[in-house]
């Protein structure tokens, strides 16, 4: 009876030495998923706004042709494919080859923008002059609010980047 009487609150005890490493863990991974899997999509829609203005150089606004791109069908284009990034809190910026550039921060700042990128001022449209297109989010990670006596909880942030420079074929 005494043997069974000093097992009592083991389970208390082993849950605190095993189950609150096992929640951080768990937690831990989740926000570093989430990190990644935003870091993933801000490369590839940053990827596909260079594309989509790297196909709408001079050839674009000769001769009567009228694909040319906007500032605001960039923007629009990097909001629809930025899945799960709010666009308030994305910082773009559009350069040119000469270095012109044209920052968009927040990007919904851009979306209205009627100006013809990229633009011919320094011959920056004509094809083999290259566009580059740069983001930065900043993720807000919610590990630091379990860490015990930390004080006073607050956000942890990541400054994600992405960058990608393509070269004008039309």
Request: aromatic fraction near 6%; charged fraction near 10%.
């Amino acid at each position: 009876m005494q043997a069974k009487n000093r097992r009592r609150g083991n389970s208390i005890v082993e849950f605190t030495l095993a189950g609150i490493p096992v929640i951080f863990m768990v937690w831990g991974t989740v926000q570093v998923s989430l990190a990644m899997w935003h870091y993933h999509t801000l490369a590839h829609t940053v990827n596909e706004a260079a594309r989509y203005a790297a196909v709408r150089g001079q050839g674009c606004v000769t001769n009567g042709n009228t694909c040319s791109a906007t500032v605001g069908m960039i923007a629009s284009q990097i909001q629809s494919t930025a899945i799960g990034i709010p666009a308030d809190q994305l910082n773009v910026t559009l350069t040119t080859d000469s270095g012109q550039s044209l920052p968009c921060a927040p990007l919904n700042s851009c979306l209205s923008n009627t100006t013809v990128w990229p633009p011919a001022a320094n011959n920056d449209n004509v094809p083999g002059k290259n566009v580059t297109i740069s983001a930065q989010y900043v993720f807000s990670s919610g590990l630091t609010v379990l860490w015990p006596g930390a004080g006073k909880a607050t956000i942890g942030v990541i400054a994600l980047p992405a960058r990608s420079t393509q070269q004008i074929v039309f």
